[in-house]
């Protein structure tokens, strides 16, 4: 979008998207009783799972970003209204693995490493600045 800038192309695009979606949405409702996303009326199912936002919530959130998807607990199963269920939020971070802290220290580098090479490449490399972005 911000190389092109052909609008045409980029509605195209999502249009085949959200096709595809759609028939693996008729496709998985066909294995398993999962409600069709693109009907309106499914979508007040969804208000089942809202939940307030809270300091609580927020921790987990974090703990869920920066570290469960750097190296992943081992993962539990359980049945859940007939259906099976993967999860790896078992308890908390703190009986987490000794290796998940040099993964943490390696993740949080490479993060840096980007921003620095991001913030650089923006000051020198003026024809690729919205592509950057």
Same mark, same amino acid.
């Given at each position: 979008?911000?190389?092109?800038?052909?609008?045409?192309?980029?509605? !195209? !695009?999502?249009?085949? !998207? #959200?096709?595809?979606?759609?028939?693996?949405?008729?496709?998985? +409702?066909?294995?398993?009783? #999962?409600?069709?996303?693109?009907?309106?009326?499914?979508?007040? =199912?969804?208000?089942?799972?809202?939940? =307030?936002?809270?300091?609580?919530?927020?921790?987990?959130?974090?703990?869920?970003?920066?570290?469960?998807? #750097?190296?992943?607990?081992?993962?539990?199963?359980?049945?859940?209204?007939?259906?099976?269920?993967?999860?790896?939020?078992?308890?908390?971070?703190? =009986?987490?693995?000794?290796?998940?802290?040099?993964?943490?220290?390696?993740?949080?580098?490479?993060?840096?490493?980007?921003?620095?090479?991001?913030?650089?490449?923006?000051?020198?490399?003026?024809? +690729?600045?919205?592509?950057?972005?």
């Amino acid at each position: 979008m911000f190389v092109q800038r052909d609008l045409r192309r980029v509605v !195209i !695009i999502f249009a085949c !998207i #959200v096709l595809v979606s759609m028939g693996l949405n008729v496709i998985s +409702h066909s294995f398993y009783p #999962v409600p069709y996303f693109f009907l309106p009326q499914n979508l007040s =199912e969804e208000r089942a799972f809202l939940q =307030e936002i809270d300091a609580k919530r927020a921790g987990l959130m974090a703990e869920n970003l920066f570290i469960y998807s #750097v190296a992943a607990p081992q993962p539990y199963e359980s049945i859940r209204r007939g259906m099976p269920r993967f999860n790896f939020l078992y308890s908390t971070i703190r =009986e987490y693995a000794w290796f998940g802290w040099p993964a943490l220290i390696l993740w949080i580098g490479m993060l840096g490493l980007t921003f620095f090479s991001f913030f650089r490449g923006l000051r020198t490399d003026w024809r +690729h600045k919205y592509l950057t972005l």
